[in-house]
């Protein structure tokens, strides 16, 4: 596949969604950690922009805030500096974060956008509609992505994301 004028959204890989998935679907939080570290690599060794999304419910104090959105990818955050952090306060990095996501990758000339992260069936597929509906080339690469749920999962990939983008895998970027 060819990766110019395109970006990598990760979604959700935070402290606080190992308190909400305690078990994930069908691989473990570490392997989807594993999975998106490969890919940070890839993307940067083009220089390609890659996107740490968090989510931040508006409800929580500033405290607690902090404590959730920590990034469980820290590590390569410091090391890449085409990582930049988005914090969004619902399912979609599009449309519930005042970031400007989608006017930047337009402004970067970005075509194809490839989401990964937790969960399947909610903030990976819901920013991909959104991706989709502005216009982007949508990839769900699926094995860098967990659910906490065997059937949203399979739901989600299966009829959901179908409708919306492409899926794929690590394997066919690495190609």
């Known amino acids: 596949m060819e990766l110019s004028h395109s970006a990598l959204i990760i979604i959700d890989l935070q402290v606080g969604i190992t308190k909400v998935v305690k078990e994930s679907y069908p691989i473990s939080i570490n392997k989807v950690l594993d999975k998106n570290r490969v890919l940070i690599d890839l993307f940067s060794r083009y220089n390609l922009p890659i996107y740490m999304v968090v989510v931040a419910p508006k409800i929580f104090p500033r405290k607690l805030k902090k404590a959730f959105t920590k990034e469980l990818l820290l590590e390569q955050m410091k090391e890449h500096s085409n990582i930049l952090r988005l914090v969004k306060h619902g399912p ?61 999962y399979d739901t989600a990939v299966n009829e959901l994301i179908p409708k919306i983008g492409t899926i794929i895998k690590v394997e066919d970027l690495i190609e």
């Open 92 to 152: 979609s990095a599009f449309t519930q974060s005042t970031y400007g996501l989608e006017s930047e990758l337009k402004k970067k000339k970005i075509e194809n956008v490839y989401i990964t992260g937790v969960s399947t069936s909610n903030g990976v597929y819901k920013t991909g509609i959104d991706s989709n509906k502005a216009g982007f080339n949508t990839y769900v690469i699926v094995d860098a992505t967990a659910d906490k749920d065997k059937v949203n």
